[in-house]
C-alpha cells in the first residue's frame, strides 16, 4: 500500500461513452500527477497539480480533463476516446519541496480499454 | 531534466548481486538520482536516491562516481520477486515537474 488509490482498476468504454478516472492520496502531499504507460513504452506525464492548480499539461488531447478538486482528489474526466488511448493510466502525489526531485507514490492503476 | 541511458534488459540468477548502470552525462549540478521500480501492471515504486558517493538503505544500494555522470543501482542477492521493470530518473531543479522515467532496465531474475 503506497496511500495513493485509484477507482476503479479496470474499465472497458465505448468511444462514445463518457467515464472518470478517480484517484485519491491519504499522504498529505501537495502534488498529484496523471501518467499513461501504453503496452511496452515509457510512462508518459500527463498532468501535474500543484496545491489544486494545474502546472504542467503535456500536450495532451481534449479528450483528457483532469480536476483536482482538492489537494487530496484528482479525476481524469474521459470522453470520445480512441481505441489507442487504451493503457494503464497512473495516479502518483508527491510532496512538492519544490528544491529537489520529489519522490512519487503511485497508485496501482487503472487498466483502460476502449473498444 | 538530464537524458539518462540504461540497458535495455538484463539476466541474473538467485542469489546473485545485480548491478544496473544508468549514465546520465548532462547532469546538472543541483540534481539528484532517482531510481524506481516497477512490477507488471503496477506504478513505479521508489527505491533509493541520492547525490553522491554511496546511498545504502534496505532494499539497494546506489553508487555514484565523483564526477556524477553515472550510477549504479546494486540489489544484493535478487530473488525472483526482484524481476521488474527498473528506472534512473535525474533531476532536481527547483520548480521543474518532468519527470522523464524512459525505456528502463527489465530485470529478470532466473531460478
Known amino acids: 500500500e503506497t496511500g495513493v488509490t485509484q477507482t476503479p482498476r479496470h474499465l472497458v468504454m465505448g468511444m462514445t461513452n463518457k467515464k472518470s478516472l478517480k484517484c485519491e492520496q491519504h499522504?498529505?502531499?501537495?502534488?498529484m500527477y496523471w501518467y499513461k504507460q501504453s503496452a511496452k513504452k515509457p510512462l508518459e506525464l500527463m498532468f501535474v497539480?500543484?496545491?489544486?492548480?494545474?502546472?504542467e499539461n503535456n500536450s495532451v488531447p481534449s479528450r483528457f480533463s483532469p480536476e483536482c478538486p482538492n489537494s487530496s482528489h484528482l479525476f481524469l474526466h474521459l470522453h470520445t476516446l480512441q481505441p489507442e488511448d487504451s493503457a494503464l493510466y497512473l495516479c502518483?502525489?508527491?510532496?512538492?519541496?519544490?528544491?529537489?526531485?520529489?519522490?512519487?507514490?503511485f497508485g496501482p492503476g487503472t487498466r483502460l480499454t476502449v473498444l | 531534466l538530464a537524458k539518462t541511458t540504461q540497458p535495455i534488459s538484463m539476466d541474473s540468477y538467485e542469489g546473485q548481486e545485480v548491478n544496473i548502470t544508468c549514465s546520465h552525462n548532462?547532469?546538472?549540478?543541483?540534481?539528484?538520482i532517482t531510481w524506481y521500480q516497477q512490477f507488471p501492471s503496477q506504478g513505479p515504486r521508489f527505491i533509493i536516491q541520492?547525490?553522491?558517493t554511496k546511498v545504502t538503505n534496505e532494499v539497494a544500494s546506489l553508487f555514484i562516481p565523483a564526477d556524477r555522470k553515472s550510477s549504479t543501482l546494486s540489489l544484493p542477492r535478487v530473488s525472483l520477486s526482484d524481476t521488474a521493470v527498473y528506472y534512473c530518473l535525474v533531476g532536481g531543479t527547483s520548480g521543474t515537474y518532468k519527470y522523464i522515467f524512459g525505456t528502463g532496465t527489465r530485470l529478470k531474475v532466473l531460478a
Open positions: 548532462n547532469i546538472a549540478t543541483n540534481d539528484y
Open positions: 497539480y500543484s496545491l489544486e492548480e494545474r502546472v
Open positions: 502518483a502525489s508527491s510532496q512538492d519541496r519544490l528544491t529537489r526531485l520529489d519522490t512519487q507514490y
Open positions: 499522504l498529505g502531499h501537495n502534488a
Open positions: 541520492g547525490y553522491k
